[in-house]
């Protein structure tokens, strides 16, 4: 083998050459992974979220969380909030109960009393006294952005096929960091950014 490559050297570069582009490639990757630092702050950011005009609406008012029911919640709307722990890469979610009179998902809205819309400010006891920064970019660098998983370059288009999903990511200066799935589903283009968790 070794004989008969010597021999062809044109056959041995065109063997050699696309297993060194993917050698280089895989330690370019894996470049800022080792050089960028790891978030330092908490994300809040919520799935099955829409953002109906009447429905339920998640605010960042005076650097607090605020769930708002504008009174006309869809049947199928209730969005879920979660917790991105910096230091353990884990994910909480932050329940909360909705008024009495709402709805559950899958079930029928009652007739409204007044005949008009009722809106109540939700509580969130998990975030009691917690200070949220709803500016795009951690005080750290990092970035929420749900983005496309197939890799973006000729690699990707070579060895993916053309169905793709969207997933959830911190990104900072090359380094991209998912976040844990809780749903059993990936957060496709639904996923809203909260914001950044400053204290405590």
């Known amino acids: 083998m070794k004989s008969f490559l ?26 800022p992974a080792l050089l960028v630092a790891p978030p330092q702050y908490d994300l809040l950011f919520a799935t099955e979220y829409y953002n109906y005009q009447n429905g339920v609406q998640i605010s960042v008012i005076n650097r607090s969380v605020q769930v708002i029911d504008l009174g006309k919640m869809p049947n199928n709307q209730k969005p879920r909030i979660w917790r991105y722990k910096a230091k353990t890469g884990g994910v909480q979610e932050i329940a909360y109960v909705l008024p009495p009179g709402q709805v559950f998902p899958g079930q029928s809205k009652p ?46 288009d070579l060895f993916y096929a053309s169905g793709y999903r969207h997933q959830a990511v911190l990104s900072k200066g090359g380094r991209s960091i998912p976040l844990p799935n809780m749903t059993g589903q990936y957060y496709r283009g639904n996923a809203h950014f909260i914001g950044w968790i400053v204290s405590p």
């Open 111 to 156: 007739a409204s009393t007044d005949g008009g819309p009722d809106t109540r400010v939700i509580d969130l006891p998990d975030l009691q006294g917690v200070a949220v920064d709803s500016s795009s970019i951690a005080p750290d660098g990092y970035e929420f952005s749900v983005a496309n998983n197939r890799s973006r370059n000729v690699f990707g």
């Open 6 to 31: 010597r021999e062809n050297p044109t056959i041995a570069f065109g063997l050699g050459l696309p297993l060194l582009l993917v050698v280089l490639f895989l330690l370019i990757s894996g470049i």
